[in-house]
């Protein structure tokens, strides 16, 4: 299975990435490392994660990584990771297109 990206996600996964590099550029690239290894497990297994809580008859999952959540869809035969959010805010349901 192939795994995309879209741009959205990508803006926001780099946006996490400089906000830890802040306080400790170490971490950043661990947990870039991490987000990476857990979204290729994806390709293998890319309905092993919770469905998504706002769209519970949607097509929509999210896998946890730390204290973001990576939502993502999978469409035939590709995962779409459509963004990254801080568990703590509220989804855009925009964000979903």
């Not at 690239?29 to 987000?35: G, K, P, S």
């Not at 706002?54 to 590709?78: D, F, K, M, N, T």
Request: net charge positive.
């Amino acid at each position: 299975m192939r795994i995309a990206w879209s741009p959205l996600a990508i803006d926001r996964t780099i946006a996490v990435i400089r906000y830890i590099a802040t306080a400790n550029p170490q971490s950043a690239e661990r947990w870039t490392a991490r987000l990476f290894e857990r979204v290729n497990r994806l390709r293998s297994f890319p309905e092993s994660d919770r469905i998504l809580r706002e769209s519970p008859s949607g097509p929509y999952r999210e896998l946890l990584h730390g204290e973001y959540r990576i939502i993502y869809r999978v469409v035939r035969s590709r995962v779409l990771i459509l963004t990254v959010r801080h568990g703590r805010r509220l989804l855009d349901p925009g964000e979903l297109a």
